[in-house]
């Protein structure tokens, strides 16, 4: 089964760019990095050449030897079976990190080459390039930023009617409750399987829930490898902590982090490094607190007061060890972690749409909160996170009353539905909501 990613559109965008420069492909691990370069080769050029610095350690010394891209594509072409024709190759760096003088090559392909299209990536590119302190050419490459699949892209495989359905709407007016639960049971399939490829070709080949978990499961021991591989000997230990605290932080009433959740007695400046190998490596997502919803919301950031969240909610899911029937159980009531799921699973949708920006959260005691708050062109809009349809709470009246914002999001299981400002929309609809505001 092949599964359409939405980045391959932008990087059709990329392809025909005037001013195009190489692009690097940066995400977590095992979220199709690889595939979805060379899927785009095969689509969109005539021809792709891929070089894995990983597996062909020789392909080293054509970039030690030479700085200029001519010379370079020559020799390259003696590696790969395909010729290497600007306008018509696509020429694939793959595990770049592996190849410090090929990372730096991006800079005069940009300079003296530009019309070569070059693609990289690697695992953990941005935790190998400040272990290794390597450099990498500011202004001269495009930087995108991939993550697992979407709900969007999960139901479009799944059932394409629906998507097709969900696609077409261009108004907040209540759903025919058939076509509303029947996108609750393909989100809460999403929630078990997560966005990792392997393990969503697990679930939509309906190969039992079994197979989704082993899959998730051999991802979670791979990123414990990659801990010792990539981290320093003494941030080991601390990741790991940190890594396998996220249920237990998440669980709280209050998500906001505690570094006594992680260990007993522990300092921020002791597992700061820990929270930066994490987020580098694509693995989690650090939401600060604001002060105060304005413009610009960085600038009312409180670096002391953040949540983190998984990168994907199947990985949270089974890092939590919560059994996928429960999830996939309608009525299951499983505490706290339900609204923890449903927290973890629209911040992924909103990650796309906001453009590599991170969303804050406002919570400016313990009797309010608002899960997420998002720019949405030049206007603020808090975001509130229901899970099911348990609505009751007063964070999102407190804030209104505060600050009134001219529109508002709930997320929940309950109808589409606007009212005065305020948008209801089922948390399945998340990567759709700018079409209702």
Not at 263 to 275: F, I
Request: some cysteine; glycine content about 4%; proline content about 5%.
């Amino acid at each position: 089964m092949e599964i359409r990613r939405n980045i391959v559109d932008r990087l059709k965008a990329w392809k025909e760019s005037d001013n195009r420069k190489p692009l690097l492909l940066k995400g977590a691990r095992q979220i199709g990095k690889t595939w979805v370069m060379e899927t785009f080769g095969r689509e969109c050029f005539d021809y792709c050449a891929k070089f894995d610095f990983d597996r062909q350690e020789e392909l080293k010394s054509v970039f030690r030897q030479s700085k200029s891209p001519e010379r370079i594509v020559k020799e390259l072409a003696l590696y790969c079976d395909v010729p290497i024709i600007a306008g018509k190759t696509l020429i694939v760096f793959d595990e770049i990190q592996e190849c410090e003088e090929a990372l730096n090559s991006l800079k005069y392909f940009c300079e003296d080459a530009p019309q070569y299209h070059i693609i990289a990536a690697g695992s953990l590119l941005g935790v190998a390039v400040k272990r290794r302190k390597m450099t990498v050419p500011v202004g001269k490459v495009r930087i995108e930023r991939m993550y697992p699949i979407s709900f969007s892209e999960f139901l479009k495989a799944s059932n394409s009617q629906l998507w097709d359905y969900a696609e077409e709407l261009t108004e907040a007016v209540n759903l025919p409750e058939i076509i509303l639960n029947k996108l609750k049971t393909e989100y809460r399939r999403y929630l078990v399987s997560g966005g990792m490829p392997e393990a969503v070709k697990c679930m939509l080949e309906n190969k039992g829930m079994a197979e989704v978990d082993k899959t998730l499961q051999d991802i979670l021991d791979l990123y414990e490898l990659d801990f010792a591989k990539y981290a320093d000997a003494r941030d080991i230990p601390r990741i790991h902590a940190v890594w396998h605290s996220l249920p237990s932080q998440l669980a709280k009433e209050n998500r906001k982090f505690i570094f006594k959740v992680v260990k007993p007695g522990a300092r921020a400046k002791d597992y700061e490094d820990a929270l930066m190998w994490l987020e580098d490596a694509g693995m989690i997502y650090r939401i600060y607190n604001i002060s105060k919803p304005a413009l610009p919301l960085s600038a009312y950031a409180d670096v002391s007061a953040f949540k983190i969240y998984a990168c994907d909610c199947g990985l949270l899911r089974r890092l939590a060890n919560l059994p996928a029937t429960v999830v996939m159980d309608n009525a299951a009531n499983y505490t706290e972690f339900k609204g923890s799921m449903a927290e973890n699973a629209v911040l992924q949708s909103l990650m796309p749409a906001q453009e590599n920006a991170l969303p804050f959260y406002w919570s400016p005691d313990s009797r309010a909160e608002i899960e997420f708050v998002i720019q949405h062109e030049d206007k603020i809009i808090p975001v509130e996170v229901k899970a099911e349809n348990c609505i009751s709470g007063r964070s999102l009246s407190v804030y209104n009353e505060k600050y009134h914002p001219e529109r508002r999001i709930r997320f929940s299981s309950l109808n589409l539905q606007k009212n005065e400002g305020l948008l209801s929309c089922p948390a399945p609809l998340a990567e759709w909501y700018n079409k209702f505001l």
